[in-house]
């Protein structure tokens, strides 16, 4: 698995098709929409924020339209994307 560009949490994106804005608040989740698929990030519905499990979107980076709002980029988010390209190079996007 390859996330090309990895967005930092935080970052509000428009997703293609649906024109949904979504807050990225995670990496590689599972599940959920596609059984034994595992997506490039997790995100809340923005601007609303989290408000239930099944509420929580999933969606890989070629499904973004525009970043609308660029999340925190400082030392420690630049260290953990380089700790997290490293950790998902192994991990299968389907089982």
């Known amino acids: 698995m390859e996330i090309k560009n990895i967005l930092p949490i935080g970052t ?3 997703l293609k098709e649906s024109g949904i804005s979504a807050m990225i608040c995670g990496y590689c989740p599972t599940g959920n929409d596609r059984e034994g698929y595992t997506s490039d990030y997790s995100g809340f519905f923005y601007p ?5 499990e099944e ?11 525009e970043i609308l709002n660029m999340g925190l ?3 420690a988010q630049l ?8 950790a998902i190079k192994d991990i299968p996007k389907q089982i």
């Open 48 to 52: 609303a924020g989290y408000s239930a």
């Open 12 to 14: 509000v994106v428009k």
């Open 79 to 86: 260290e953990f994307t380089v700790k997290l390209r490293d």
């Open 55 to 65: 509420e929580i979107l999933q969606f890989d980076e070629d499904m973004i339209d």
């Open 73 to 75: 980029q400082d030392d």
